[in-house]
């Protein structure tokens, strides 16, 4: 092998790895996270924030298919700087809805598993939890992903 074919074969191993880096969002797509509320924000006063873009994120509860819609409800962590992943905590943010017209598989879609959502919040949604009355924000899901189970 050549030094012109080990340096290709190493740049190609540097941009690989820098490109799988990146994570799954585009940098405009992370630009969303310098202007949106906080989270806390949000649950005080969710009717302000209606028609607003999120970069939000947590750990699945439930997944709900429904006639023309999946509902996903998202137990909120924050996430991490890097990777956009929603981090491991015990603290509980609160809990919203992700709504998307796609089929979510419940068994793919699974409770604890962590998911990161891009979407405009649509509507406050009334619901229980327990015997607690619960407003959840709903998220209208422009981009959904799903993280394995290890990063």
Known sequence: MG????????????STATFSLAGPFTKEEKL????????????AHPEAYIGTRLFIGGVIAQVQNLPDRSL???????????????L?????YGRFLVSTRKFLDPTIYT?????????RLSRVQPGIIGKRFY????????HI?????TY
């Open 32 to 43: 969303i996270l310098k202007t949106e509320p906080s989270f806390s924000a949000i649950m």
């Open 88 to 92: 491991t905590t015990d603290l509980s």
């Open 111 to 119: 409770r604890g598993k962590s998911v990161t959502v891009i979407g």
């Open 145 to 149: 992903h799903l993280w394995a189970d």
């Open 135 to 142: 407003k959840y924000p709903v998220i209208s899901a422009s």
């Open 3 to 14: 030094i012109k074919s080990l340096l290709f074969c190493i740049l190609l191993f540097f």
């Open 72 to 86: 996903i409800e998202v137990i909120h962590k924050p996430l991490s700087k890097s990777f956009k992943v929603p």
